[in-house]
């Protein structure tokens, strides 16, 4: 099964995206979370499950995008988010609320053990819901509804991090611990950092390099936004990217896009028919 089309991502993958301020990429993240949604309600929908083993399938962990927007944008590709948190197939985690622990002194720890507090948050929450051991018996009538591959964690920022003073070194092990809890869970990760200075890549963004599949490259226009396209996306591969992946798409031949009220139409340089 894939995701975010008409890229077809496979699932299970660690996909960083970038934007720029011309061009801010929150469009892919409130997509990839309606349409994996909505698969998942297809999912369910021939598979009677019981309330208390109703398992997470997206985990949203907000540092900038506000829950106002969240719900607002799911709400108009018809997706009731609220619905589906008090349902608990989708929990949001407050990564700064999570991240500031206070320790036996009243002063707060060092950043790496406040962004743990994130970590262990999130592994609960992957594990909620899943068989015990793959066996029936104590835990029989506990149907994990989010197969592998279908369970799907957002980080909507983690530039923020770096920003408000948490320690680059910090804010790099925190994406390696993301990564190592997703994979073990079998779950795709959708990480977004923010590009400052275009051609001088920050030290997080290098590294993040080395811990994806794909690189999602969205890009404003060099000749400026105009009213029929809002920016162009490239994706190329990460380092841990399989030979036989998923098709590329340089910036040379960078689709297109066009923002609508319901969302992004994609398109080829040069044409304005929507490949999607």
């Given at each position: 099964?894939?995701?975010?089309?008409?890229?077809?991502?496979?699932?299970?993958?660690?996909?960083?995206?970038?934007?720029?301020?011309?061009?801010?990429?929150?469009?892919?993240?409130?997509?990839?979370?309606?349409?994996?949604?909505?698969?998942?309600?297809?999912?369910?929908?021939?598979v009677e499950v019981e309330a208390a083993a109703v398992s997470m399938?997206?985990?949203?962990?907000?540092?900038?995008?506000?829950?106002?927007?969240?719900?607002?944008?799911?709400?108009?590709?018809?997706?009731?988010?609220?619905?589906?948190?008090?349902?608990?197939?989708?929990?949001?985690?407050n990564v700064f609320e999570e991240?500031?622990?206070?320790?036996?002194?009243?002063?707060?720890?060092?950043?790496?053990?406040?962004?743990?507090?994130?970590?262990?948050?999130?592994?609960?929450?992957?594990?909620?819901?899943?068989?015990?051991?793959?066996?029936?018996?104590?835990?029989?009538?506990?149907?994990?509804?989010?197969?592998?591959?279908?369970?799907?964690?957002?980080?909507?920022?983690?530039?923020?991090?770096?920003?408000?003073?948490?320690?680059?070194?910090?804010?790099?092990?925190?994406?390696?611990?993301?990564?190592?809890?997703?994979?073990?869970?079998?779950?795709?990760?959708?990480?977004?950092?923010?590009?400052?200075?275009?051609?001088?890549?920050?030290?997080?963004?290098?590294?993040?390099?080395?811990?994806?599949?794909?690189?999602?490259?969205?890009?404003?226009?060099?000749?400026?936004?105009?009213?029929?396209?809002?920016?162009?996306?490239?994706?190329?591969?990460?380092?841990?990217?399989?030979?036989?992946?998923?098709?590329?798409?340089?910036?040379?031949?960078?689709?297109?896009?066009?923002?609508?009220?319901?969302?992004?139409?994609?398109?080829?340089?040069?044409?304005?028919?929507?490949?999607?």
């Amino acid at each position: 099964m894939t995701f975010f089309p008409p890229f077809n991502l496979p699932q299970g993958i660690f996909l960083l995206i970038t934007d720029a301020l011309a061009s801010p990429a929150d469009f892919v993240l409130h997509r990839c979370l309606s349409a994996h949604l909505k698969e998942i309600s297809k999912t369910k929908s021939g598979v009677e499950v019981e309330a208390a083993a109703v398992s997470m399938a997206v985990a949203i962990l907000s540092v900038s995008e506000s829950m106002a927007r969240w719900k607002g944008v799911a709400g108009k590709s018809n997706v009731n988010l609220q619905s589906h948190i008090e349902g608990g197939s989708v929990e949001v985690i407050n990564v700064f609320e999570e991240a500031q622990p206070r320790n036996a002194n009243g002063g707060r720890n060092g950043d790496e053990e406040r962004l743990k507090g994130v970590i262990e948050r999130l592994r609960v929450s992957l594990a909620r819901g899943d068989p015990v051991g793959g066996r029936k018996g104590e835990g029989e009538g506990e149907v994990n509804e989010t197969s592998p591959g279908m369970k799907l964690v957002i980080l909507d920022d983690i530039s923020m991090l770096e920003w408000v003073g948490f320690d680059t070194t910090d804010v790099v092990r925190f994406a390696r611990a993301l990564r190592s809890v997703c994979t073990k869970a079998n779950a795709t990760l959708l990480v977004r950092h923010h590009i400052v200075t275009p051609g001088e890549p920050d030290e997080v963004f290098r590294h993040l390099l080395q811990l994806c599949t794909y690189h999602l490259e969205v890009l404003p226009l060099a000749s400026g936004r105009s009213g029929s396209v809002s920016g162009e996306v490239a994706l190329h591969p990460g380092f841990s990217a399989p030979k036989d992946g998923a098709k590329l798409i340089p910036r040379s031949a960078a689709l297109q896009y066009r923002l609508t009220d319901t969302g992004a139409e994609f398109f080829a340089k040069g044409t304005s028919e929507s490949v999607l």
